[in-house]
């Protein structure tokens, strides 16, 4: 009995040593330690607790309707093609997040803007999934692990691979992006993304003609207007006391999403994209597949006019701080010519 009494006597003694504690070493920044739970922005954990009650699984949507039997070889093919287009955007968004989680966490970030990069990660895994559940039920191993054997087919292939091409160059100036720029210019190409998808799932879920789509595109586009509710949030707290110098930056990253996002959203204009001459040609006749399978793929000219709505909403948004908006000649929208300032290594707008 003395023994275990003596024992748990140890235990319960501190050792102070003479002078008082040694101060532990600085930690060098950034580092994600030391770890903190800031609380500045209530509507942003207001907003990050919502997210977490319309969490969906993609798994359950019914995918059992989707029958590759009920389209054409074409319309199978159109299909496929244009979740591959959307897939360089949406696939992209996981790991596109999760750098810029990481990166709220190093650059200690208030409690809130990190859980609610976590959710917008979460989120792109499940837009993700859609993607491949969607090719692998219409054309398994798409979107390149197949060999085409027509025309048609050889040329949505070598479209795709151009494409994919093309998001590994913005994959590597994104990847330098996220600790070249400050918090207002990142979140200001992230609206811009969040603006043109939410703009895009609402069309095409009104416009679609197939069940799963329907409830795949609805479901899509509450989770893109989620995120941008977030990132503009996040914009009014940072956009006040804005220097010249980061405005300036603003603008031709505005420009420089609409040179990027125009791939899913419209075509894509000269200024970023490497592909050959016969890309887009082939790429209109793609899509008119998919838009003949009931996808739900806008028109030409329906995809200008959704395009143009959307950055209108944007233009009011930033002009409202001071921010001057770039020209969009392609959609007759007048501005700030900031095309020769673009650095195509430098886009960093995400979906």
């Known amino acids: 009995m003395a023994e275990s009494e003596s024992a748990a006597a140890r235990k319960d003694e501190l050792t102070i040593p003479d002078g008082g504690f040694w101060p532990a070493p600085e930690i060098p920044q950034p580092n994600i330690y030391p770890m903190e739970w800031r609380v500045e922005t209530e509507k942003l954990a207001a907003i990050y607790q919502k997210s977490k009650l319309a969490l969906w699984n993609p798994a359950d949507l019914p995918w059992?309707?989707?029958?590759?039997?009920?389209?054409?070889?074409?319309?199978?093919?159109?299909?496929m093609y244009w979740f591959s287009v959307?897939?360089?955007?949406?696939a992209s968004g996981p790991a596109v997040f999760a750098r810029a989680t990481i990166q709220a966490f190093e650059q200690h970030e208030e409690d809130p803007v990190r859980k609610c990069f976590f959710s917008i990660?979460?989120?792109?895994?499940?837009?993700?999934?859609?993607?491949?559940?969607?090719?692998?039920?219409?054309?398994?191993?798409?979107?390149?692990?197949?060999?085409?054997?027509?025309?048609?087919?050889?040329?949505?292939?070598?479209n795709i691979a151009w494409l994919y091409h093309n998001g590994g160059r913005y994959w590597s100036g994104y990847s330098k992006a996220v600790g070249k720029y400050s918090l207002p210019v990142l979140f200001t190409s992230f609206m811009m993304g969040e603006m043109a998808a939410s703009t895009l799932f609402r069309g095409m879920a009104s416009n679609t003609t197939h069940p799963v789509f329907s409830e795949m595109f609805h479901r899509i586009g509450r989770d893109e207007s989620r995120h941008l509710q977030i990132c503009m949030t996040i914009l009014e707290n940072e956009w006040p006391g804005l220097t010249d110098d980061v405005k300036t930056t603003i603008t031709r990253q505005l420009r420089a999403g609409f040179i990027f996002l125009s791939m899913i959203l419209w075509e894509p204009p000269d200024g970023f994209w490497d592909i050959p001459p016969y890309f887009l040609p082939n790429h209109r006749v793609l899509m008119s597949h998919?838009?003949?399978?009931?996808?739900?793929?806008?028109?030409?000219?329906?995809?200008?006019?959704?395009?143009k709505q959307a950055i209108a909403k944007i233009r009011v948004i930033v002009q409202r701080w001071g921010i001057e908006f770039p020209a969009i000649p392609e959609l007759d929208i007048e501005g700030v010519d900031v095309s020769a300032d673009i650095n195509p290594e430098d886009i960093i707008p995400v979906f």
């Open 86 to 90: 959307l897939a360089n955007f949406d």
């Open 290 to 307: 998919a838009r003949d399978a009931g996808l739900g793929v806008l028109t030409y000219e329906q995809q200008a006019e959704n395009w």
């Open 121 to 158: 990660t979460r989120d792109e895994m499940n837009h993700e999934e859609c993607c491949q559940r969607s090719i692998a039920a219409l054309w398994p191993g798409g979107p390149l692990s197949w060999k085409p054997s027509t025309d048609l087919e050889r040329a949505a292939h070598n």
């Open 64 to 79: 059992d309707d989707l029958r590759a039997d009920d389209f054409t070889s074409e319309q199978r093919l159109g299909i």
